[in-house]
């Protein structure tokens, strides 16, 4: 394998982006490019998406690296000679270069398979852009008999040659809420013949945020957004019903239920006390990410290994489904710098094709040192 095929493979991924389980070009491409070089694809039930084995001559543990494939809704502004081909979606996030990573650390220790110890699945995933697949690989056997499992993620707050990493969490759990206020609708001019619930909405905004300030342990890093609220359709009329949605991002698991508690707490008794009633409705995502001590020590002793700068990991508050996975058995989730720029889901984000060849002899480095 040489570095320009890597780098001609990127390119064609991220001219055809495709969004969460829609990928069938990309498993198409991605199956293509492996078989071509004998690397056995594991049968499973996957609309789109696939794992990849490769197994070494050695005794050793069974190992998994994850790859996301999906693209985003978002309209191409990069600039680049080989942008996006698809009107109204990019590859955004990065997940292009994770899959020609993934599969350049398919190929080079395809090549080294005698010092392979154990063997290696790639799970080149779909969907992680919904924040639900990973579950689709974990509902097919892929995972069985997995030990531990490392992920990537692109970094444009980082230049090229630079590994972030860090241990314990690194990704919050994301959890999404509507609050529904029932009052009861009258002429704008006559309050007093019903019940408004937008003074109901408006106060529970306020006292959402004293969860964040007066409930959770201040270090503890955890946020609340409102991002729509919603009621009424015109200027002289009180509406019957208002909306509050937003999301909850927390990384210790007790915040995620203290904020559960609170907010159902906080919507039900302020909607009463403005003569209103409030339904709350909590929607689950994936939980934290949470990087194993051992494997992010090794993982930060391979990148000074192979020369390149060691950063401290940002810790964020946005999502990664990765850790379904990590959940289940160790995992460690380490960002590859792709040369700075505009943040991810951003219209002019752009990973550095250079980038490509270091990622996948660092992952392979990894891999083959269980
Ligand atoms: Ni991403």
């Given amino acids: 394998m040489t570095e320009q095929m890597l780098k001609e493979a990127f390119y064609w991924f991220h001219q055809n982006p495709e969004l969460s389980y829609e990928e069938y070009k990309t498993t198409a491409k991605i199956r293509e490019l492996l078989e071509k070089e004998g690397i056995e694809i594991l049968p499973c039930k996957l609309e789109t998406g696939l794992a ?121 759990a994301v959890d999404r809420f509507v609050v529904t206020i029932q009052g009861v609708g009258c002429h704008g001019a006559h309050p007093d013949d019903g019940t408004d619930p937008i003074p109901a909405a408006a106060a529970m905004v306020q006292a959402f945020q004293t969860i964040v300030s007066r409930n959770v342990n201040a270090f503890h890093p955890s946020l609340l957004s409102v991002t729509r609220i919603q009621a009424g359709n015109t200027w002289n009329v009180i509406p019957e019903t208002a909306w509050l949605e937003g999301t909850v991002r927390t990384m210790e698991r007790e915040d995620r239920h203290l904020y559960e508690k609170r907010l159902r707490e906080i919507a039900e008794q302020t909607a009463r006390a403005y003569g209103a009633a409030a339904d709350v409705e909590w929607i689950p995502g994936p939980p934290a990410v949470y990087n194993d001590g051992g494997m992010a020590e090794l993982g930060k002793r391979k990148a000074l290994e192979q020369g390149f700068l060691v950063a401290e990991e940002e810790r964020s508050l946005g999502g990664d489904d990765f850790s379904f996975y990590t959940e289940r058995i160790p995992g460690c989730y380490i960002k590859i710098g792709t040369g700075k720029g505009q943040l991810i889901h951003q219209p002019g984000f752009r990973a550095d094709p250079d980038a490509l060849l270091p990622a996948a002899q660092y992952l392979a480095g990894l891999l083959l040192e269980p």
Avoid at 52 to 80: F, M, N, T
């Fill in 52 to 172: 990849a084995v490769i197994r070494g001559k050695r005794q050793g543990p069974v190992q998994a690296l994850r790859c996301d494939i999906d693209a985003l809704p978002i309209r191409e502004e990069s600039g680049l000679p080989y942008s996006s081909l698809c009107p109204g979606k990019m590859h955004a996030c990065g997940h292009d270069f994770h899959i020609t990573a993934g599969i350049g650390t398919a190929l080079i220790l395809q090549e080294k398979r005698e010092a392979l110890k154990g063997s290696v699945r790639i799970l080149f995933q779909p969907g992680e852009e919904s924040s639900l697949g990973a579950l689709k690989m974990l509902e097919t056997d892929v995972m069985e008999g997995v030990e531990r499992i490392w992920g990537i993620h692109a970094d444009p707050t980082n230049p090229v040659h630079t590994i972030g990493i860090r241990e314990g969490y690194v990704a919050a």
